[in-house]
C-alpha cells in the first residue's frame, strides 16, 4: 500500500485522476490539497471536495493550499475546463469541511510522519510542493518521491508545449515554484505531454463511446467531464491520471533520467522545462528527474477503463 497525497487543482482531467486514485486498491490517501491553476483555488477547492463527495470519500482531509503563484498574477484555464472547471457536470453543491490544517501544513505533517512511506503526487502548478519546501528544506530527503504530472521535455514528437510553444501548462503557471522543486533535489518522477498527449496514450473517440454506452453513475461522470473536449480535439489527453497510473504501477511506465532546469525569464519560453543531455555535462549523481518517456498503451488504457469507469 502506498501513502500519497494528491495535490491538485480540479480541472476535467484532474477529476479523473481522482476516481482512479480513489478506486485503487494499492493506494492511501493521507490527504487531498488543492492549488489555484486550471481554475481559481475557491473553485477548484470547492470542485474537489464535490469530486470527494461524490466518491463517498469524505474522511479524506482536504486542506486549501495556495491562491496565486509565487511571483505571477493568476492565469486560469476555464477556456478549455469549462466555467466551473469540471466541463459539463452538474455535481451538487459540497457539504464537507476544509480540514483547518493548510496544504503546506499537510504535507510537513505526513512527511515527518510516514518519511519515504510517503509519496507526494501532484497535478497541479508546484506552488504548494515549493512553498512546503521552503518552510522545511529537508522535506526533499524526507519522502520518498513526488511524481507530477508537468513538462515538455522534447523526448517524444509530442513533448512540446501547449501553454506556449515549449512549456506545459502546471509549470508555466509558476515557473519560480517549478525551479524551486526541480533544484530542491526531491526525486522526481514526471508525465509530461511527451506521453500525456502521444496519440496512443490519450482517450479516443471509440474509447469514449465505449465509456458512454456503459451507462453508469461512474461513465455517466466521464462523458459530463469530457464529452465536449472529445469532440473539440479528437479525443482527451489523459494528463493527471498518467501520473496518478505511474504510483499505481510504475511498470507500465518506461522512464530516463536526467538533469531537467527551469527557464522563469524567457520572453517566449516562460516554464520550458530544459533537459540536460549533453554527454560531457551528463553528472548521473545530479540526475534526479525520472521523465515518462513511453507507455504500455494497452496497459495503461485498460487500467483507465477498469477503474475510472468500472463495470
Ligand atoms: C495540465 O494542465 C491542466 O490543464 C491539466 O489539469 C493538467 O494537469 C496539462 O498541461
Ligand atoms: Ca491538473
Not at 526531491?186 to 511527451?194: F, K, R, T
Request: glycine content about 6%; overall charge negative; charged content about 25%.
Amino acid at each position: 500500500m502506498k501513502h500519497i497525497i494528491l495535490d491538485t487543482d480540479p480541472g476535467v482531467d484532474d477529476a479523473l485522476a481522482f476516481v482512479l486514485t480513489f478506486n485503487s486498491p494499492e493506494l492511501k490517501v493521507e490527504a487531498v490539497t488543492t492549488v489555484a491553476g486550471n481554475v481559481n483555488h475557491e473553485k477548484g477547492h470547492r470542485n474537489a471536495k464535490k469530486l470527494l463527495e461524490f466518491l463517498g470519500k469524505t474522511d479524506v482531509p482536504i486542506c486549501a493550499g495556495a491562491v496565486n503563484p509565487m511571483l505571477r498574477k493568476m492565469s486560469h484555464a476555464e477556456e478549455f475546463h469549462g466555467k466551473t472547471g469540471l466541463g459539463d457536470t452538474e455535481l451538487p453543491e459540497p457539504k464537507m469541511q476544509t480540514d483547518p490544517r493548510s496544504a503546506v501544513q499537510m504535507i510537513l505533517e505526513k512527511a515527518d510522519e510516514l518519511g519515504k512511506n510517503l509519496t507526494l503526487v501532484a497535478v497541479g502548478p508546484l506552488t504548494n510542493i515549493a512553498a512546503a519546501i521552503l518552510s522545511d528544506p529537508a522535506l526533499p530527503e524526507k519522502v520518498k518521491e513526488l511524481v507530477i504530472m508537468g513538462g515538455a521535455f522534447n523526448l517524444t514528437p509530442y513533448g512540446h508545449g501547449n501553454a506556449n510553444a515549449v512549456a506545459e501548462f502546471n509549470i508555466w503557471h509558476d515557473p519560480e515554484a517549478a525551479r524551486i522543486v526541480f533544484n530542491s533535489g526531491i526525486p522526481m518522477v514526471c508525465a509530461g505531454l511527451d506521453t500525456t498527449t502521444y496519440p496512443e496514450y490519450r482517450m479516443s473517440t471509440e474509447m469514449f463511446n465505449e465509456i458512454k454506452s456503459k451507462n453508469t453513475a461512474r461513465s455517466n461522470l466521464v462523458v459530463d467531464l469530457c464529452g465536449s473536449l472529445v469532440k473539440r480535439f479528437n479525443g482527451f489527453s489523459l494528463h493527471d491520471p498518467q501520473a496518478v497510473a505511474y504510483v499505481i504501477d510504475p511498470t507500465i511506465f518506461t522512464t530516463e533520467k536526467y538533469k531537467v532546469d527551469l527557464e522563469v525569464h524567457g520572453e517566449i519560453t516562460r516554464g520550458m522545462t530544459v533537459v540536460e543531455r549533453r554527454s560531457y555535462r551528463r553528472n548521473p549523481n545530479e540526475e534526479n528527474h525520472e521523465i515518462i518517456i513511453k507507455v504500455d498503451a494497452e496497459r495503461f488504457l485498460k487500467l483507465i477503463m477498469d477503474r475510472v469507469v468500472g463495470e
